[in-house]
């Protein structure tokens, strides 16, 4: 993705996004193409390029502007035990369920996986108390990076019919 502070391409951004996840509503993400997106958003092909390299481009500036979104809640909030952390969690993503289903409908739950790891091993508090580091921290870590992102996956699946605090409750106490 291209980084600028342009309005007019801020704006041109925020559409082929917006469109990207339109389009991954009713169409397999592998059939959709360049060429679709930027018919759907009134766009020319060269505004896209400017802005972006690859579909895949777009689907990761989206999940970086919720990894973005997420921390700034996360300080904002500054959860202090485990249940708290997780209440955060599952509160934040109970707003992108639709989102949440849409990758794993179009088979892009590892894609977004390697971004959702990469974003949490770069904030590790998120999901290791500092008391808890020793020799086996890799360990821990991709346990519980694995685990939350398996429950939030398995929770979207089942319609988030399980409050978000209850959901938090069962985690702290694992």
Same mark, same amino acid.
């Given at each position: #993705?291209?980084? =600028?502070?342009?309005? &007019? ?13 339109? $389009? #991954? ?12 997106? /930027?018919?759907? !958003? ?28 997420y921390m700034e809640e ?5 959860? &202090?035990?485990?249940?708290?952390? !997780? ?15 849409? *990758?794993?409908? /179009? %088979? $892009? ?6 971004? @959702?790891?990469? @974003? ?19 360990? *821990?870590? !991709?346990?519980?990076? %694995? %685990?939350?992102?398996?429950?939030? $996956? =398995?929770? !979207? ?11 938090? $409750? ?5």
């Open positions: #993705m291209n980084y =600028t502070k342009n309005p &007019t391409a801020l704006q041109s951004q925020k559409w082929i996004i917006e469109t990207l996840l339109e $389009l #991954m509503i009713n169409m397999d993400y592998d059939k959709i193409s360049v060429s679709e997106i /930027c018919r759907k !958003a009134q766009l020319d092909r060269r505004t896209f390029y400017r802005n972006f390299d690859s579909k895949n481009d777009v689907l990761e500036q989206y999940i970086e502007k919720l990894s973005v979104e996360f300080n904002r909030v500054n959860p &202090t035990d485990k249940y708290k952390a !997780a209440l955060m969690f599952f509160e934040f993503w109970q707003r992108y369920i639709p989102f949440i289903l849409k *990758i794993q409908h /179009c %088979g $892009l739950s590892s894609f977004m996986f390697m971004k @959702f790891e990469k @974003f949490i091993k770069s904030h590790q508090e998120l999901l290791i108390d500092a008391q808890n580091i020793n020799p086996q921290i890799d360990y *821990i870590f !991709a346990y519980r990076i %694995g %685990g939350f992102w398996n429950v939030m $996956l =398995t929770w !979207a699946s089942n319609n988030a019919v399980i409050p978000p605090a209850e959901l938090a $409750l069962i985690l702290s106490k694992a």
